[in-house]
């Protein structure tokens, strides 16, 4: 085992995630429970800080912490197939697809709407008939 132990904050600062979200990630359980000092202070290792780092990217690329959680699973098990890891991967594209593509129709029936708006004194706006009627 190493020697070397981060407190929360050297952690938090060595992964790119806060404090607040190493307590979250070790109460929801991505994260195993910090040894503890006498006082009751976390301490942290490599590995975790490691751990902390993968689920910092995971969450970059959009995964959710029920995906993170399978991938770190991935990530443990040295005889996992590969074909796994890309299963998820194409799992989370599609959704990413999915979520795009109503972003865009969002992003159209707003420009529709924004475009029949006067955009003067009157007070009648199409925005807010529209959003009345839904």
């Not at 197939?81 to 707003?110: G, N, P």
Request: aromatic fraction near 6%; charged fraction near 30%; charge should be neutral.
């Amino acid at each position: 085992m190493n020697d070397t132990y981060f407190n929360i904050g050297e952690a938090a600062k060595a992964s790119g995630v806060t404090a607040k979200m190493v307590r979250h990630y070790e109460a929801i359980g991505l994260l195993p429970p910090a040894r503890r000092t006498e006082a009751g202070y976390r301490l942290y290792g490599d590995d975790d800080v490691r751990m902390l780092q993968f689920i910092h990217r995971g969450r970059a690329l959009g995964f959710s912490l029920d995906q993170i959680a399978d991938l770190l699973a991935l990530w443990r098990d040295k005889h996992r197939a590969s074909a796994d890891v890309r299963r998820l991967a194409l799992e989370h594209i599609a959704e990413l697809d999915r979520k795009i593509a109503e972003l865009e129709a969002m992003k159209r029936t707003l420009a529709t709407l924004a475009s029949s708006c006067h955009g003067d004194a009157r007070s009648d706006c199409p925005i807010l008939d529209d959003l009345a009627a839904h």
